[in-house]
């Protein structure tokens, strides 16, 4: 069902942990699943993301997905982060299982949403991010009703 690239983020996830006074910090969820993802960045003065951290409470595809998306930032540009999608963070794990996709929808939020918190502290705009939403599913919620 996982692929081993999954397995191997699972059972030993890089970048877990907290950073103390961030640069910027996002936490998303999914009130479906109970997944909460919480990504830490510390960037650099030429918008470089020196280090990234990331807590996650919930499924195995969650933490998998949040440890191969601060994998894919780190050392990367604020642009350059902007260009990471769940799709990225999909194909760079070699495919979720359709049912766990929303995890990686939700790696792609924690990271705008710390990219966020970041261009608000600073007072700059970053170019194609848009305010992220808290939790990740809203769309679905509204449509139930």
């Known amino acids: ?12 996830p890089r970048n877990v942990g907290e950073i103390e006074n961030p640069s910027g910090m996002g936490t998303v969820g999914n ?26 409470f ?4 969650a933490v998998a997905t949040s440890s191969m998306a601060t ?3 780190k050392g990367k540009t ?7 999608t ?9 495919g979720l299982p359709p049912v ?6 939700l790696a792609e939020e924690a990271i705008h949403a710390a990219l966020w918190d970041y261009a608000q502290k600073k007072g700059i705009t ?9 939790n990740i599913g809203e769309e679905e919620e509204e449509e139930d009703y």
Not at 86 to 94: C, F, G, R, S
Request: charge should be negative; aromatic fraction near 6%.
């Open 1 to 12: 069902m996982y692929t081993e690239k999954v397995m191997d983020h699972f059972e030993h």
């Open 31 to 56: 009130p479906k699943c109970g997944d909460i993802m919480r990504i830490y960045l510390d960037i650099d003065d030429n918008q470089v993301i020196r280090d990234v951290k990331f807590k996650t």
């Open 58 to 61: 919930g499924c195995g595809a």
């Open 71 to 73: 994998e894919l930032v």
């Open 78 to 84: 604020v642009q350059e982060a902007m260009a990471v």
């Open 86 to 94: 769940n799709k990225a963070v999909m194909e760079a794990l070699d």
């Open 100 to 105: 766990k996709v929303h995890c990686s929808l």
């Open 126 to 134: 970053i170019e194609g991010l848009e305010k992220p939403k808290d």
